[in-house]
């Protein structure tokens, strides 16, 4: 069964490259982003889990939680990580899942058949301190992610997490963003002191109120 939006993130115990984990414990408080590749020692994969590594630092700001998962087993994620290393500059540092038993693959669907029976597409569940999954993608395995869009896509959820605001095409942090549709305009006043611009009655515009 396919997860869909707003669903509680399934909860499992797992092996990982940093000891064993019960997911909804690991994940604690933050967010947390769980992501599956493929398989290891393989070119994509590589240079997604080194890109991945190089900017942590951007995650951790988010109070975002990164880890990864695949069908191989840990002693081969441990062997991968001197070439994640070599290849992006970063030493890995978040836990890849060994999922040999194909427990968290099925809890998140994360096998689809007509791509591939033996292995993980490229998902990704972005998932709120609440456990509730505020994001699902899914790629191919030709195709690499995009840490750029993985990050705006987070600071779109935690802005509207915390303010009745949407984001709109192509935002970026900084940019202006869009008054909640359930706020009457004397609601938005108050809410939004800055102001707002309206375009058409449903699209009105007032610039990021945490900045
Ligand atoms: C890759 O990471 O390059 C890859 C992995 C599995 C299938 C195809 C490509």
């Not at 909804?24 to 080194?50: K, M, N, R, Y």
């Not at 993980?120 to 995009?146: E, Q, W």
């Not at 993985?150 to 009745?164: E, T």
Request: include cysteine; aromatic fraction near 10%.
């Amino acid at each position: 069964m396919a997860i869909r939006l707003g669903d509680e993130a399934p909860n499992f115990t797992a092996d990982t490259t940093d000891g064993p984990i019960d997911f909804h414990q690991w994940l604690g408080d933050s967010w947390g982003i769980l992501f599956s590749h493929p398989a290891d020692f393989t070119p994509v994969c590589t240079t997604e889990l080194g890109g991945f590594a190089k900017r942590k630092a951007e995650f951790d700001q988010r109070n975002t939680k990164l880890i990864a998962v695949s069908v191989d087993p840990v002693e081969s994620h441990d062997r991968w990580k001197g070439d994640i290393a070599d290849v992006s500059g970063s030493a890995l540092n978040f836990p890849i899942i060994g999922d040999e038993g194909r427990t968290v693959a099925g809890l998140y669907d994360m096998i689809h058949p007509n791509a591939s029976d033996t292995t993980t597409v490229r998902s990704v569940f972005i998932i709120g301190p609440d456990k509730k999954v505020k994001l699902t993608l899914t790629y191919p395995a030709s195709t690499g992610r995009n840490v750029d869009e993985i990050l705006r896509v987070l600071d779109s959820l935690q802005l509207s997490a915390a303010y009745p605001v949407a984001t709109p095409l192509d935002w970026r942090p900084g940019e202006d963003v869009i008054v909640g549709a359930k706020l009457t305009d004397a609601e938005a006043t108050e809410r939004f002191p800055k102001g707002f611009t309206t375009v058409k009655p449903y699209l009105r515009y007032t610039p990021q109120p945490n900045q």
